[in-house]
């Protein structure tokens, strides 16, 4: 089929690279414009911009596509049908309509759950114990199309929004790609979302990022895991120059009570306002790599006892 590609982010990396193989005529792919990164601020492309160039295939990163000429130049490349993998654009009418099959989505949430910015980390943050991608026709409302096809991915503990985050990549391009083959067949079929369930996956702010020690530990564990990697649960305390931030990557419910807050033993036990968590890896501020919880307490000369603020 003729496709039009539109994404930016690695999350939509395997798929990109799924439908090139699979021998489908990519007419554009459409990403977000370079970014400053890096110490030394210089313009990088995105990593669907980065495989594009290598794939020798079109690339346009229009700064708006609302206006006439984005969809006059979006109608000429005469798409079967255009993919949009976390692309960061909502598409007006104008481009959802110049397909011959419109426009797919692939969400990283079981729909009508977590629709918007943020469903990765929104499942992991809730404590879901289920999650997936799904292939939806786009329409104007915000994720609210009819979904095609979906796959699951069970949240197992300790699992963090960067594990689900590579599960759920190479499970949404295999789906694509079988959405694509089965629309050239003729055979995709599309049900309505549920009414009931719904739920927005707000952007995700800096200041969900402390730690709230008084809340539960299931709580607590499941704020450390969904903002793991990025922008990463942190706690503050005093290592002998002054308080220092120390970012949680990895967390489990433990066995303990305790004031919340209190480091109770050497394996990085910490008491919440009801029962207590296990943490597992951390980063101190400044540093490039990670250690386990008790690495971090044998190296920082931290004992039970101390306070996490």
Known sequence: MRVVFMGT???AVPTLARLSEDGHAIAAVYTRAPAKAGRGMALRPSPVHALADRLGLPVLTPSTLKDAEAAETFARHRADVAVAVAYGMLLPQAILDAPRHGCLNLHGSLLPRWRGAAPIHRAVMAGDGMSGVGVM???????????ALEACIPIRPGMTTGDLHDALMPAGADLMAQALQELDAGTLTFRPQAEDGVLYARKITNDEARIDWARDADAVAAQINGLSPFPGAYFEVDLGKGAERVKVLRALPATGSGVAGTLLDADATVACGSGAVRILEVRRAGKSGSASGAEFL???????GARFE
């Open 298 to 304: 044998r190296g920082a000369r931290v004992i039970a």
């Open 137 to 147: 026709r786009m329409e104007a409302g915000l994720d609210t199309g009819p979904v």
């Open 9 to 11: 982010p690695d999350f």
